[in-house]
Protein backbone atom coordinates (compact mmCIF):
# COMPACT_ATOMS: atom_id res chain seq x y z
CA UNK A 1 0.00 0.00 0.00
CA UNK A 2 1.43 3.30 -1.05
CA UNK A 3 1.90 5.89 1.55
CA UNK A 4 -0.47 8.87 1.57
CA UNK A 5 0.29 12.40 0.30
CA UNK A 6 0.62 15.09 3.09
CA UNK A 7 -2.65 15.96 1.48
CA UNK A 8 -4.36 12.39 1.59
CA UNK A 9 -3.61 12.28 5.54
CA UNK A 10 -4.96 15.63 6.05
CA UNK A 11 -7.72 15.33 4.16
CA UNK A 12 -8.80 11.81 5.98
CA UNK A 13 -7.76 13.89 9.48
CA UNK A 14 -10.43 16.09 7.76
CA UNK A 15 -13.13 13.85 7.33
CA UNK A 16 -13.09 12.62 10.94
CA UNK A 17 -13.72 16.01 12.00
CA UNK A 18 -13.13 19.27 12.12
CA UNK A 19 -9.65 20.43 12.49
CA UNK A 20 -7.81 23.57 12.87
CA UNK A 21 -4.40 24.61 10.86
CA UNK A 22 -2.53 24.23 13.92
CA UNK A 23 -3.40 21.27 14.88
CA UNK A 24 -3.23 19.82 11.13
CA UNK A 25 0.09 21.58 11.56
CA UNK A 26 1.24 19.23 14.16
CA UNK A 27 -0.11 15.98 13.00
CA UNK A 28 1.24 16.26 10.05
CA UNK A 29 4.92 17.62 10.97
CA UNK A 30 6.13 14.39 11.73
CA UNK A 31 5.68 13.09 7.68
CA UNK A 32 6.89 15.68 5.95
CA UNK A 33 9.17 14.36 3.06
CA UNK A 34 11.97 16.22 1.97
CA UNK A 35 10.27 17.30 -1.47
CA UNK A 36 6.95 18.62 0.29
CA UNK A 37 5.89 21.78 1.64
CA UNK A 38 3.49 21.17 4.16
CA UNK A 39 2.67 25.04 4.78
CA UNK A 40 1.53 25.30 1.17
CA UNK A 41 -0.54 21.89 1.07
CA UNK A 42 -2.79 23.68 4.47
CA UNK A 43 -2.82 26.87 2.64
CA UNK A 44 -4.36 24.99 -0.77
CA UNK A 45 -6.36 23.33 1.81
CA UNK A 46 -7.75 26.46 3.58
CA UNK A 47 -8.27 28.15 0.04
CA UNK A 48 -10.36 25.35 -0.91
CA UNK A 49 -12.34 26.12 2.29
CA UNK A 50 -11.24 22.57 3.97
CA UNK A 51 -9.81 24.26 7.19
CA UNK A 52 -12.51 26.74 8.49
CA UNK A 53 -11.63 27.94 11.76
CA UNK A 54 -15.31 29.16 12.42
CA UNK A 55 -16.80 25.40 11.80
CA UNK A 56 -13.99 24.76 14.01
CA UNK A 57 -15.27 26.55 16.91
CA UNK A 58 -18.67 25.68 15.87
CA UNK A 59 -18.02 21.76 15.81
CA UNK A 60 -16.24 22.19 19.58
CA UNK A 61 -18.64 24.20 20.94
CA UNK A 62 -21.68 21.61 20.04
CA UNK A 63 -19.92 18.64 20.76
CA UNK A 64 -18.65 20.08 24.23
CA UNK A 65 -20.50 23.53 25.47
CA UNK A 66 -23.63 20.89 27.35
CA UNK A 67 -20.90 19.77 29.39
CA UNK A 68 -18.75 22.20 29.96
CA UNK A 69 -18.17 25.90 31.55
CA UNK A 70 -17.01 28.95 29.62
CA UNK A 71 -13.80 29.29 31.20
CA UNK A 72 -13.11 25.16 30.23
CA UNK A 73 -14.42 25.85 26.61
CA UNK A 74 -12.73 29.40 25.50
CA UNK A 75 -9.04 27.31 27.09
CA UNK A 76 -9.89 24.36 24.55
CA UNK A 77 -10.57 26.91 21.39
CA UNK A 78 -7.26 28.61 22.56
CA UNK A 79 -5.31 25.23 22.56
CA UNK A 80 -6.63 24.84 18.65
CA UNK A 81 -4.71 27.43 18.05
CA UNK A 82 -8.19 29.56 16.99
CA UNK A 83 -7.65 33.12 16.57
CA UNK A 84 -8.26 34.94 19.77
CA UNK A 85 -10.84 37.59 17.99
CA UNK A 86 -12.79 34.30 16.92
CA UNK A 87 -12.79 32.98 20.69
CA UNK A 88 -13.80 36.58 22.16
CA UNK A 89 -16.91 36.48 19.87
CA UNK A 90 -17.56 33.20 21.20
CA UNK A 91 -17.20 33.84 24.54
CA UNK A 92 -20.22 36.02 24.42
CA UNK A 93 -22.75 33.39 23.33
CA UNK A 94 -21.31 30.97 26.42
CA UNK A 95 -21.26 32.94 28.91
CA UNK A 96 -25.54 34.29 27.93
CA UNK A 97 -26.10 30.65 27.84
CA UNK A 98 -23.42 29.61 31.13
CA UNK A 99 -26.27 29.63 34.10
CA UNK A 100 -28.12 27.35 32.17
CA UNK A 101 -25.86 24.88 31.41
CA UNK A 102 -24.55 24.71 34.50
CA UNK A 103 -27.64 24.15 36.39
CA UNK A 104 -28.10 21.22 33.69
CA UNK A 105 -24.66 19.65 34.32
CA UNK A 106 -25.55 19.66 38.07
CA UNK A 107 -29.08 18.34 37.81
CA UNK A 108 -27.47 15.33 36.03
CA UNK A 109 -24.45 14.81 38.18
CA UNK A 110 -26.09 15.36 41.66
CA UNK A 111 -30.14 16.36 41.21
CA UNK A 112 -29.89 17.25 44.71
CA UNK A 113 -29.45 20.32 46.59
CA UNK A 114 -26.20 20.19 49.04
CA UNK A 115 -27.50 19.32 52.83
CA UNK A 116 -23.62 19.77 54.70
CA UNK A 117 -20.58 22.61 53.46
CA UNK A 118 -18.62 19.35 52.89
CA UNK A 119 -21.21 18.58 50.32
CA UNK A 120 -21.49 22.40 49.18
CA UNK A 121 -17.91 22.28 48.79
CA UNK A 122 -17.77 19.18 46.84
CA UNK A 123 -20.58 19.91 44.40
CA UNK A 124 -18.84 23.27 43.63
CA UNK A 125 -15.47 21.71 43.16
CA UNK A 126 -16.90 19.65 40.47
CA UNK A 127 -18.55 22.86 38.59
CA UNK A 128 -15.35 24.76 39.08
CA UNK A 129 -13.53 21.94 37.52
CA UNK A 130 -15.92 22.02 34.59
CA UNK A 131 -14.58 24.98 33.96
CA UNK A 132 -17.86 27.20 35.15
CA UNK A 133 -17.77 30.21 37.11
CA UNK A 134 -17.39 30.98 40.79
CA UNK A 135 -20.26 33.58 40.49
CA UNK A 136 -22.49 30.83 38.71
CA UNK A 137 -21.89 28.07 40.41
CA UNK A 138 -22.51 30.27 44.00
CA UNK A 139 -25.89 31.41 42.30
CA UNK A 140 -26.72 28.28 41.40
CA UNK A 141 -25.99 26.69 44.80
CA UNK A 142 -26.91 30.06 46.85
CA UNK A 143 -30.72 28.88 47.10
CA UNK A 144 -29.69 25.36 49.17
CA UNK A 145 -30.15 26.69 52.08
CA UNK A 146 -26.79 24.97 53.20
CA UNK A 147 -24.74 27.00 55.41
CA UNK A 148 -21.46 27.93 53.87
CA UNK A 149 -18.05 26.96 55.27
CA UNK A 150 -17.33 29.73 57.63
CA UNK A 151 -20.81 30.20 58.40
CA UNK A 152 -20.95 30.07 62.64
Same mark, same amino acid.
Given at each position: ?14 ? !? $? ?6 ? !? ?14 ? *??? =? ?10 ? *??? #????? $???? /?????? /? ?7 ? #???? *???? =??? /? $? ?15 ? !? /? ?6 ? =? ?14 ? *? ?7 ? =? ?6
Amino acid at each position: MAALSLKGRALRLLA !Q $REHSRAEL !QAKLARHVQADENLAA *VLD =ALQAQGFINEVR *VAE #SLLHR $RAPR /LGTQRL /LHELRRKGL #SEEL *VRAQ =AEG /L $RASEYERAQAVWAQRFG !Q /LPATPQER =ARQMRFLAARGFGGDV *VRRLLRSSG =APEEGDD
